[in-house]
């Protein structure tokens, strides 16, 4: 069996990471918790095994270039109008070298651990998409042994109805879909004080 995984992430730039949490935390506390959080996602990915896993990133430079290199990954470049086209580019590519599908995770949901992205790897192989859904309506990771522009386009990215919309597009494409248990992701002050209490549950 072979899967990709792409790890999506927004490259660190002051004020333009983690907005949400600047007013809680200033922008040069935000960017580091994206940091952070980026950081978490990749420790994870390196505890999946039979799945070749690389670095997306907005814009290569010193930071995504030291997290490429810290976790020996192959660091490419997103490329695209829009989010849904990001995703889709990134996916096509992978899926045409990878026989057993490819993913697509982000790097703000604590909850996509190795264990989960094993499973999520697993269940691609009997379905043509995987999804993990997170609770403000969103997903935080997708997979599909062939990529379907349909499953990116017309998507209110950023909204409550992205997941649903998703699952309406697989629909009418007739694709099997399993889903994942759902997660939650890192956005706004309270989601920033529920990690740190995760964090603080971890370390005990």
Request: proline share 3%; aromatic share 6%; with cysteine.
């Amino acid at each position: 069996m072979h899967q990709s995984l792409s790890i999506f992430a927004k490259t660190p730039l002051l004020g333009g990471c983690k907005t949400r949490l600047i007013p809680l935390l200033g922008a040069e506390e935000a960017m580091a918790a994206h940091c952070e959080l980026v950081q978490r996602a990749l420790s994870q990915v390196a505890g999946v095994k039979h799945i070749q896993a690389s670095l997306w990133v907005t814009e290569i430079e010193q930071q995504t270039q030291h997290w490429a290199d810290q976790w020996q990954l192959p660091l490419a470049l997103q490329d695209g109008a829009d989010l849904g086209e990001r995703m889709f580019r990134c996916l096509d590519t992978l899926c045409k070298s990878a026989r057993g599908g490819a993913m697509l995770m982000g790097t703000d949901c604590p909850g996509i651990d190795a264990g989960y992205l094993n499973a999520a790897g697993q269940n691609l192989l009997n379905h043509d998409v995987v999804l993990g859904p997170a609770e403000d309506g969103g997903y935080g990771l997708i997979g599909m042994r062939q990529a379907h522009k349909a499953l990116f386009q017309n998507i209110e990215w950023g909204t409550g109805a992205v997941a649903e919309q998703t699952l309406v597009a697989a629909s009418k494409l007739q694709l099997s879909v399993f889903q994942m248990p759902k997660i939650w992701d890192v956005d706004r002050p309270e989601d920033w004080q529920r990690y740190l209490l995760l964090k603080e549950k971890e370390m005990k």
